[in-house]
């Protein structure tokens, strides 16, 4: 979760402000960096706590997934739907989700 203050705005940076308070509100979300400033993280940053630990569990159900909880396999796809219907703008029910086979992506049709 993204922690946010009601009617809270970032402030721009200026000569005798500390930014230090802006950070503290982030920084219980990440990992130490080790001394280390991100500034362009855009394709390179550490991940969130709850973002590594779910990439952590995401491996370790393909590594055993007899483990993958059944549940899941409903839920998952119902939060994708939900999620890009907010993105979008439409109904989660008029979403189709697949997979990115490799016939999908040479345009060849399965054999009859």
């Avoid at 721009?12 to 402000?17: D, E, H, I, M, V």
């Amino acid at each position: 979760m993204i922690p946010r203050t009601a009617g809270h705005r970032a402030r721009p940076a200026g000569p005798g402000r500390d930014v230090s308070d802006d950070a503290a509100r982030w920084k219980h979300l990440f990992e130490e960096f080790g001394g280390t400033a991100y500034l362009d993280c855009a394709n390179q940053g550490p991940f969130p706590r709850d973002s590594a630990e779910a990439a952590r569990r995401a491996v370790r159900y393909k590594e055993h997934p007899e483990e993958f909880p059944e549940a899941l396999y409903a839920e998952l796809p119902a939060r994708v739907r939900e999620a890009e219907g907010r993105l979008i703008g439409c109904a989660p029910g008029s979403i189709a989700i697949g997979t990115w086979s490799r016939r999908s992506r040479s345009g060849s049709q399965p054999r009859p």
